[in-house]
């Protein structure tokens, strides 16, 4: 090799090496930095983009919000695919969930637990975001994706100490948007949301000994 072929073959090197080392400084010490999802969630991370997925680390995890997905009978696949469609930026929309809970009871991982997602306006800094398909206007979910919403978010305030009476919260909370839509109307339906939550931390805790 060429004194010149070398020269760049060690600059390459460096910079692979910067790269990375700069990829675990920005991800070092995050919440949610080695963290395991269930076995029940599907990894389905969109493209790195401007518009869905930016990467910017997310650095607290003070709170989980829930969402339903405004699109009566869509799947968490087609949820999940308009996300990375917004890569291009042509529809101009900011857009993204941590997880989207399907109509049978699937999740799908759209963005990791260690960068922020554009779901939460003022809130996308320091919460996980929960988006749930529901079979019609009403926004109600139904019972197997509100089984499996209820568990998700057990799984979270377990992992990161939150408490659901608090920090579990609608994104009507954040901007007054009617999200989710049914449990806006139903503020009595969110609230035992809420204790099924609650519930559900103490049976996970018990079944984990």
């Not at 076995?39 to 991370?45: G, L, N, R």
């Not at 963005?111 to 019609?136: F, I």
């Amino acid at each position: 090799m060429s004194p010149r072929g070398a020269a760049l073959l060690l600059a390459g090197t460096f910079l692979a090496a910067g790269g990375a080392i700069w990829l675990r400084a920005a991800t070092a010490g995050l919440p949610g930095e080695g963290v395991a999802v269930p076995e029940y969630v599907e990894e389905a991370f969109l493209t790195p983009n401007a518009w869905s997925r930016p990467g910017t680390p997310l650095e607290d995890i003070e709170g989980v919000v829930i969402h339903y997905v405004g699109n009566p009978g869509t799947s968490a696949q087609a949820n999940r695919n308009y996300f990375d469609s917004l890569a291009a930026g042509t529809d101009g929309v900011y857009a993204s969930s941590h997880f989207i809970v399907g109509l049978e009871g699937e999740v799908l991982q759209c963005v990791p637990l260690t960068e922020v997602a554009y779901a939460s306006n003022g809130r996308n800094g320091d919460t996980v975001s929960v988006e749930v398909c529901h079979p019609d206007a009403q926004g109600q979910f139904s019972d197997v994706s509100y089984a499996r919403c209820v568990e998700l978010t057990a799984w979270l305030c377990r992992t990161f100490r939150l408490d659901p009476a608090t920090d579990v919260i609608r994104h009507y909370d954040v901007t007054g948007k009617e999200c989710p839509l049914y449990y806006v109307e139903h503020p009595e339906a969110w609230e035992a949301f809420r204790a099924d939550v609650a519930a559900e931390m103490e049976a996970q805790d018990q079944a984990d000994g």
